[in-house]
């Protein structure tokens, strides 16, 4: 089954089609064509994940899914939340996120957080949102050079390594994408 996942970040693409299985070919945004960026103009998680995969469903006449996920810092009150991706400003910055996030909770002993993300799949005109969360806190420094956005700063409750430190494989197993993709996935066979 083809099923169009709306992103172009191949790190994203590759962390879910080894989830997904040989059942599904995943088509990125560039695979049916859209070059555009996607609208994210919701306050919300759930908001952006339907937002995007609408227009994706509407325009492209595709099923698909589209997530969208954030990191949320206990100490300073969900941020970066629905910002997690721009918090340093629209250069979408990796470094400068991280940079400007560590520097905002250097007040702070509490550094407990969690990744949140949420996919919305719209199937046969069917819309159905899967969530999934990954709970840890926040290390005082970068540690390992896998994965992407946060990763480097996140160790999840239970483990001595941040997902940057990770396999793949590993990651997936306890990342809230893989566990919002993991509901994803079961819905998906159900459906086929």
């Not at 969360?133 to 420094?141: C, L, M, N, R, Y």
Request: glycine share 8%.
């Amino acid at each position: 089954m083809k099923i169009c996942f709306a992103t172009n970040n191949l790190n994203k693409l590759k962390e879910i089609q080894t989830q997904l299985g040989e059942d599904f070919e995943l088509l990125s945004l560039s695979d049916i064509g859209c070059e555009e960026e996607l609208p994210e103009n919701q306050q919300t998680l759930e908001g952006n994940s339907r937002e995007k995969a609408l227009y994706v469903a509407n325009k492209y006449n595709v099923s698909c899914f589209a997530d969208d996920t954030g990191l949320e810092v206990d100490s300073l009150g969900g941020e970066p939340g629905v910002y997690s991706a721009r918090y340093a400003g629209l250069q979408r910055s990796n470094d400068d996120n991280i940079a400007l996030l560590l520097e905002k909770l250097k007040p702070f002993k509490d550094r407990s957080a969690q990744f949140r993300t949420v996919i919305t799949l719209i199937l046969n005109g069917k819309e159905v949102q899967f969530e999934g969360v990954a709970k840890g806190k926040i290390t005082k420094e970068i540690k390992g050079n896998g994965g992407f956005g946060y990763d480097p700063v996140f160790q999840p409750f239970g483990h001595e390594r941040t997902f940057a430190e990770m396999s793949l494989k590993e990651k997936n197993q306890i990342s809230h994408r893989g566990k919002a993709v993991e509901k994803l996935v079961v819905y998906l066979k159900q459906e086929v």
